[in-house]
């Protein structure tokens, strides 16, 4: 591992020349709002302490995605080629998220190759935040906010320049050939917060001691907190079929927070109910990914409690679970 300086002057003229060979993904302004996307003029990136309204998952998990075309003739078309990317300007709640959603798309039984190839050809480049905004709670979700190494490169704000820690060889021939000085920064450590939030409670206690119907009533069920989540993972296929007997099957984010979600082809719905749906979203992330993964789905990003348009907010709901239950969710 080294540590060399950007200076703030030259960082734009670097990015225009890493763009010449890759597909640029950085947050980017637009009309107020600041979200990845792919960037046309390096100059219009905005590395910053805000976080963007969207997390980059859709570059590594798109929202739709084409899976593979068939014919009446048997031929099959493979997906699309996955272009060389640098995904830039991923703050460490989001790093912590493609580590979650790694584990769950790339280790055990299924491999989606999909996720795998795209992080294969991703160069991610982390950047640290100077201060939480408001309703992120990463602190109390194991995240450093000032530094990741789940990356190949992460950035630190030190005024004029940018200390760039290369955590691997993509991250190194990435940056190799710029003529940047290497600076003796020292090993910096990943502080690890106490008092985290969990839940650590038998599965049987929080389908049955918890009222549900209540901690749900102001859900609209629709979506959002599912979609805007660095971590939610759900999908669907959907075939389209074309003229000339051809189909394209296609892979698209779903919502557990759909009532259609779970319908049986028999009309049987095992979550029929808006209360079911929530708890499901709740025990996923803070319970089932934990056990089948060893990660708690959830990074404390703050995303589902500022877009929600009714204000459910999953960190009380955490919180008044273990209230209720009586059992400490600190490690
Ligand atoms: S964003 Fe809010 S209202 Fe919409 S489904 Fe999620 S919790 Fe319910
Ligand atoms: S559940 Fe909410 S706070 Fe947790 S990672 Fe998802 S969007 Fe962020």
Not at 21 to 37: E, K, W
Request: charged share 25%; with cysteine.
């Amino acid at each position: 591992m080294s540590t060399i300086a950007i200076p703030k002057l030259k960082l734009v003229e670097i990015l225009d020349k890493i763009k010449e060979s890759y597909l640029l993904v950085a947050p980017v302004r637009n009309q107020g709002i600041l979200d990845f996307a792919v960037v046309k003029e390096a100059a219009e990136i905005e590395l910053s302490n805000d976080i963007a309204y969207k997390s980059p998952k859709e570059y590594l998990f798109p929202q739709v995605e084409k899976i593979l075309r068939f014919t009446s003739e048997g031929g099959l078309t493979p997906s699309e080629e996955v272009p060389q990317t640098v995904l830039l300007g991923i703050k460490p709640c989001d790093l912590e998220a493609i580590k979650i959603m790694s584990a769950v798309f790339t280790t055990g039984k299924y491999i989606d190759t999909g996720f795998a190839n795209r992080l294969e050809k991703t160069i991610l480049v982390g950047l640290g935040c100077t201060e939480e905004k408001s309703a992120c709670f990463c602190d109390e979700r194991t995240v450093d906010k000032a530094l990741s190494k789940d990356c190949d490169v992460f950035l630190t704000d030190r005024g004029n320049y940018y200390a760039a820690e290369i955590f691997s060889q993509k991250g190194q021939k990435l940056l190799d050939g710029f003529c940047l000085e290497i600076i003796n920064d020292g090993e910096r450590v990943k502080e690890i917060q106490q008092g985290l939030l969990e839940i650590n409670a038998e599965e049987n206690d929080l389908f049955n001691k918890i009222d549900w119907e209540r901690l749900t009533e102001k859900c609209l069920g629709c979506g959002i907190c599912t979609y805007i989540c660095p971590t939610c993972h759900c999908f669907e296929f959907k075939d389209v079929v074309e003229k000339k007997g051809a189909v394209t099957r296609y892979k698209c984010w779903d919502s557990c927070m759909y009532p259609r979600f779970t319908l049986h082809a028999s009309g049987h719905n095992p979550r029929e109910s808006k209360q079911d749906r929530y708890r499901q979203r709740v025990l996923h992330k803070y319970l089932y990914v934990k056990q089948n993964f060893g990660y708690t789905a959830c990074t404390g990003c703050g995303r589902c409690i500022r877009s929600c348009p009714v204000g459910m907010n999953i960190h009380s709901v955490v919180k008044e679970i273990n209230n209720i239950l009586n059992v400490k969710g600190e490690n």
